[in-house]
T-cell receptor
């Protein structure tokens, strides 16, 4: 079975530009979460979506937004890019969401974003 | 106070030895605990999950959880050079959300 897929693999953008990152979860997984990982740090939670609804949001500015589609794939958008947005952006999928229970999350290969 | 703390290392062990990785967390209501392995330039790979106090074994890996001490550890027996990676501890906060809170990771080097 295919794992979590993400596109593109690498991306170079200029400050002030906008970027869209894409993620397809493992087949059968309905929950998608996004994380940002800067060099030397652990991943930081950005968003979680289930059934097209936002179920959680981390401490990120409104320049970050996301959505989930009927096929459970997801997009992460970042507007007005800053140098500090340079990072590895990770998508993770998990099995059906249920309040009070955390399911194992499996990460995709990530998108390496460089802002110059 | 940081939510999840790990020794950044590097931790160096000889091939065949036991590697012990430690993690403490601040949220006493945390419910789910995970260990991920991350090779340089790659994404995190889930290797262990643990939800209740005690030990959980999977092959050469053993996760240990002590909720009273807010401590979770990972033991790697018969360490191999291929185990050389950064190991990330992740915890879900009280309330059981999908949010994972990660430590900074411990870099492990297994020397042949």
């Amino acid at each position: 079975d295919a794992g979590v897929t993400q596109s593109p693999t690498h991306l170079i953008k200029t400050r002030g530009q906008q970027v869209t990152l894409r993620c397809s979860p493992i087949s059968g997984h309905k929950s998608v979460s996004w994380y940002q990982q800067v060099l030397g740090q652990g991943p930081q939670f950005i968003f979680q979506y289930y059934e097209k609804e936002e179920r959680g949001r981390g401490n990120f500015p409104d320049r970050f937004s996301a959505r989930q589609f009927p096929n459970y794939s997801s997009e992460l958008n970042v507007n007005a890019l800053l140098l500090g947005d340079s990072a590895l952006y990770l998508c993770a999928s998990s099995s059906p969401y249920q309040t009070g229970i955390t399911y194992e999350q499996y990460f995709g290969p990530g998108t390496r974003l460089t802002v110059t | 106070q940081k939510e999840v703390e790990q020794n950044s290392g590097p931790l160096s062990v000889p091939e065949g030895a036991i590697a012990s990785l430690n993690c403490t967390y601040s949220d006493r209501g945390s419910q789910s605990f995970f260990w991920y392995r991350q090779y340089s330039g790659k994404s995190p790979e889930l290797i262990m999950s643990i939800y209740s106090n005690g030990d959980k074994e999977d092959g050469r890996f053993t996760a240990q959880l002590n909720k009273a001490s807010q401590y979770v550890s990972l033991l790697i027996r018969d360490s191999q050079p291929s185990d050389s990676a950064t190991y990330l501890c992740a915890v879900t906060p009280q309330g059981g959300s999908e949010k994972l809170v990660f430590g900074k990771g411990t870099k492990l080097t297994v020397n042949p």
